[in-house]
């Protein structure tokens, strides 16, 4: 199975600063299509995950631009500009790439 | 708009089974796959499997086979969890999740083991 690895934040971290979150995977995510298949979701306190980005850094409909996500082969990141208070909540990368599907354990954002 | 809506929080004793499910309205349904995750409480999230919205064929994750189901009732729509022979580890919310990305989400049902 690919292991997902997510890094932590240095919370809390100060409203309209800006704050990345790493995600590695053990096996790169390119697939042979050449598309990289990775999630990235925001689960906000007793909500259900919302997706934020695919396909590495494609935007999911309705998603502030202030969240983007970079990365290639098996790095990754998703910076979030200008955090406000509506951002708090647990990131979670997801590989795509292959079955099974598997998510990383999550990295909390506290805003402060 | 596009939601799933799923059925509401269940409590079973160990040895019980459980039928959750998963109502998508607001595009083909066929045109996606869909897909379960748990999530046990304080935990992170874990993807259990799938099924083909098309022809009913379910994928599960080593750690989901035997005693979970997917099925489908396609002409409403529907996709089902059930889980067979509850234990205390089964104690989770489960999310129903379809579309490109994973883009939409059910607003998850919380099953409770307890003797």
């Known amino acids: 199975d690919i292991v997902m690895t997510q890094g932590a934040l240095p919370n809390p971290v100060p409203s309209g600063e800006s704050a990345s979150i790493t995600c590695r995977s053990s096996k790169s995510l390119v697939y042979k299509d050449g598309k990289t298949y990775l999630n990235w979701f ?15 850094s494609t935007r999911a409909s309705g998603v502030s631009e202030r969240f983007s996500g970079s990365g290639s082969g098996t790095y990754f990141t998703l910076k979030i500009s200008r955090v406000r208070a509506e951002d708090a909540g647990v990131y ?12 990383g354990s999550g990295t909390k954002l506290e805003i402060k | 708009q596009i939601q799933l809506v799923q059925s509401g929080p269940e409590l079973k004793k160990p040895g019980e089974s459980v039928k959750i499910s998963c109502k998508a309205s607001g595009y083909t349904f066929t045109d996606y ?9 304080g935990k992170g999230l874990k993807w259990m499997g799938w099924i083909n919205t098309y022809t009913g064929k379910p994928t599960y994750a080593d750690d ?12 409403a729509s529907t996709a089902n969890l059930q889980i067979s022979n509850l234990k205390n580890e089964d104690t989770a919310t489960y999310f129903c ?19």
């Open chain 2, 33 to 41: 796959a869909m897909h379960w995750v748990k999530q046990a409480p």
């Open chain 1, 92 to 103: 979670y990368c997801q590989q795509v790439r292959e079955y099974p599907f598997t998510f």
């Open chain 2, 97 to 115: 999740a379809s579309g490109e990305g994973f883009a939409y989400w059910g607003q998850g049902t919380l099953v409770t083991v307890s003797s």
């Open chain 1, 42 to 56: 925001l689960q906000r306190p007793g909500q259900s995950p919302q997706l934020l980005t695919y396909w590495t």
């Open chain 2, 64 to 75: 989901f086979k035997g005693r979970f189901v997917f099925s489908l009732e396609a002409s």
